[in-house]
Nanobody, 123 residues
Framework: VQLVESGGGLVQAGGSLRLSCKGSRFRSDEYAIGWFRQAPGKEREGVSC????????YYIDSVKGRFTISKVVAEDTVYLQMNNLTPEDTAVYYC?????????????????WGQGTHVTVSL
């Protein structure tokens, strides 16, 4: 499943961005989707994910209360609303198909990593 991320940009601390994840031949109710990020010099980390049919969600502690993952089935699009951004959120953000669990999500064997979308948060 090849997905394309968009919506990144440069924003000041405290600002907001909404990332979008969409793909061809992709049904948002068929796959669980996760957002990952990789900051310069750091390993990639899972940020949030949403299950395929029930819409269960998971967040890492550092984004709880600030980020919201959602999907619009009719649009086959998964969103990541990011509020109250901090410089620590600066990273390239990716979305891929995942295996969902309440303790976090892992990329599937067929996950295909795209170019990602850059998020830069300045002071």
């Amino acid at each position: 499943v090849q997905l394309v991320e968009s919506g990144g940009g440069l924003v000041q601390a405290g600002g907001s961005l909404r990332l979008s994840c969409k793909g061809s031949r992709f049904r948002s109710d068929e796959y669980a989707i996760g957002w990952f990020r990789q900051a310069p010099g750091k390993e990639r980390e899972g940020v949030s994910c949403i299950s395929a049919t029930k819409g269960y969600t998971y967040y890492i502690d550092s984004v709880k209360g600030r980020f919201t993952i959602s999907k619009v089935v009719a649009e086959d699009t998964v969103y990541l609303q990011m509020n109250n951004l901090t410089p620590e959120d600066t990273a390239v953000y990716y979305c891929v198909a995942v295996i969902y669990s309440d303790y976090g999500c892992e990329p599937t064997d067929f996950a295909s990593w795209g170019q990602g979308t850059h998020v830069t948060v300045s002071l």
